[in-house]
């Protein structure tokens, strides 16, 4: 008898093994549906499969008939925009001030506990001080996305700037380089992986606060329609959108990695060996 | 390789068959101390232009911190360092070119795109890239750097691609086409292998002949000072007080001239003074 940690799943079973928890899932829920639904035929906890399809019709492919929008794709294209706009400017931010707080000493002595600081304030504590600044509208969920995720990402980037060997900074001077020319040809290039998983890891906080800002005050977006459909009790639309969203983030991720692995292949290279 | 122009080569000429009393790289009365130690004291130095140089001495004698001060990385606390009549400027400078033992090329950028950085620093200020036709005659001469010191088909690879020595003959590439003044080597063949260490002996003895360089190298590998230099420095404390083993820095003790013509092998005076310098600096091998 092989010792438990030594037991390797086969190659062939290791999809059956990697499915198999999301089958029972499945299964389960079908099990408590049908018991719900065979008490009481109006049970909305947990709708049967007929009433998902049908919602989904409704929201996706069928035309509101108040506003004559297809729901689903609205509620992607808002919270997409928002999501987008508010990780690019995080993104623009945080390199540069990564970049300046981890290459330039004087930089780094003089921001860095300003940025520690303001990392450590929980985002959606200052929601109403953003409602109150900027009003309800687009900017103050992006301001909050913006926030939230952008003294993550740029400590992330010092980070990685402050472990550049200071060989190659030294290398890059007797090569005549200045400040600027290092910054862009040395410290940038080598920061861009890091900011690629720092955006990765900074998407999930992200959906947080974007679904969060949208349940207080919106006129569309995936978060506000679930919170909006909440009060109907509409678990046959609430489920489907809480799966889209869950794809939609997967998708973004994947795309992102994606991405990073054919821009930065010396990055990957490095680190198999 | 006529593209590549040295600034060093001037000397080329007159720097081997007769040392010239004219000195490149000057150090006068140096020390450098810390706060709880002092690690040179009173280096007087003359090297000329077109030297082989090499450092050694037992590790903790200095030698790094005499390589970081010609680098300008630390400034001394006493004395004075004059580089080709002016003084050293305390950062670093496309006046020196240095190869470390580690982290020396860009592991984000191909071989051929490790040199051609040199050049693009140094003609496109502000864009630190360069286009069009600059870029092509840039290219043409990195190319011909890479395959000067054996690389010429690797310009593709990424240095993470490449062995430890191939890395150290870009290291060297990129730092010749930037054409320093002086060449510092910071035990740069310590983390290879024997076989390829020898190759790179031979490489850079013959770089070196060639652009008439300039080159200080530290080493703790004495066989090897004895079978590049021109001059061998070993590095050691005179004085020694058993209570405070920080208080006394480390100065030249021995300073041999070994030879004048990196081709002709030492004499037979040299060749004394090595195996006795061997019995006497700990750790070392007498050359063979």
């Given at each position: ?5 030594n ?7 290791l999809?059956?093994l ?6 029972l899932v ?14 009481n ?30 729901l ?77 995720i952008?003294?993550?990402i ?9 472990e ?6 030294v ?18 290039p ?7 998983s720092?955006?990765r890891?900074g998407l ?13 005050a919106?006129?569309?977006g ?52 | 390789?006529?593209?590549?122009g ?21 150090l ?6 810390y706060?709880d ?20 001495g ?9 390589l970081?001060?010609?680098l ?14 002016k ?64 690389l ?10 490449l062995?430890g ?15 320093p ?9 310590g983390a ?10 031979v ?9 008439g360089?300039t ?30 083993p920080?208080?006394?820095g ?29 019995s ?7 050359p063979?």
């Open positions: 008898m092989r010792k438990l940690i037991w390797r799943p086969a190659k062939g079973a999809a059956a990697g499915c198999a928890p999301f089958v499945l299964i389960a829920y079908m099990v408590a549906s049908q018991a719900r639904l065979e008490v035929p109006n049970d909305k906890m947990l709708p049967a499969f007929a009433s998902f399809s049908a919602a989904i019709t409704r929201v996706a492919i069928e035309p509101d008939r108040r506003t004559g929008e297809r689903l794709w609205v509620d992607t294209a808002a919270s997409l925009r928002r999501l987008g706009l508010a990780i690019a400017i995080s993104a623009v931010i945080g390199l540069t001030l990564g970049m300046a707080l981890g290459a330039l000493p004087i930089a780094g002595a003089s921001l860095s506990p300003l940025v520690a600081g303001v990392s450590l304030i929980p985002p959606l504590a200052i929601l109403p001080i953003l409602f109150i600044v900027v009003g309800l509208g687009e900017l103050s969920k992006v301001v909050l996305i913006c926030i939230g952008t003294p993550v740029t400590r992330d980037i010092e980070q990685r700037v402050r550049i060997p200071r060989e190659l900074i290398k890059a001077q007797t090569l005549g380089a200045s400040t600027w020319q290092i910054m862009l040809r040395v410290v940038l080598q920061a861009l992986p890091r900011l690629v720092a955006l890891l999930c906080s992200a959906w947080l606060f974007l679904i969060a800002a949208e349940a207080i919106a006129e569309s995936l978060g506000y329609r679930i919170f909006l459909v909440r009060r109907y009790l509409a678990m046959d639309v609430i489920l489907p959108y809480v799966l889209w969203i869950t794809a939609v983030a997967y998708l973004t991720d994947y795309v992102l990695g994606w991405i990073s692995r054919r821009a930065f292949r010396w990055h990957f290279l490095g680190q198999l060996q | 390789m006529c593209s590549v040295f600034r060093g080569a001037r000397f080329a000429g007159t720097s081997w068959g007769n040392y010239s009393s004219v000195a490149f790289l000057e006068t009365n140096v020390w450098q101390e706060p130690q002092v690690v040179l004291e009173r280096l007087n130095l003359m090297l000329e232009a077109g030297e082989f140089c090499v450092v050694v037992a590790s903790g004698c200095g030698k790094s911190t005499f970081r001060l010609l300008g990385e630390e400034r001394p606390s006493r004395g004075r360092v004059i580089l080709d009549g003084p050293l400027r305390d950062e670093p400078d496309a006046a020196r070119g240095v190869v470390f033992q580690r982290y020396s090329v860009f592991p984000h950028l191909t071989a051929l795109a490790n040199v051609l950085v040199a050049l693009e620093f140094k003609q496109a200020p502000l864009t630190a890239r360069l286009f069009g036709r600059t870029r092509y005659a840039a290219t043409k001469r990195a190319q011909a750097m890479l395959e000067a010191v054996g010429g088909a690797a310009a593709a690879r990424y240095p993470c691609e062995s020595g191939m890395q150290q003959r870009l290291a060297l590439a990129q730092a010749l086409i930037a054409e003044r002086v060449l510092l080597l910071d035990e740069p063949f290879l292998d024997p076989g390829s260490r020898a190759d790179m002996h490489l850079v003895r013959d770089l070196w002949r060639r652009h360089l080159v200080v190298m530290v080493t703790h590998d004495l066989k090897e000072g004895f079978s590049l230099g021109t001059r061998l420095l070993v590095f050691d404390k005179v004085r020694h007080d058993p209570q405070a920080n208080a006394y480390s100065r030249v003790t021995y300073d041999l001239k070994l030879r004048t013509n990196p081709l002709t092998p030492m004499t037979h005076a040299n060749r004394a003074a090595a195996l006795r310098l061997a006497i600096v700990p750790g070392h091998a007498a063979g």
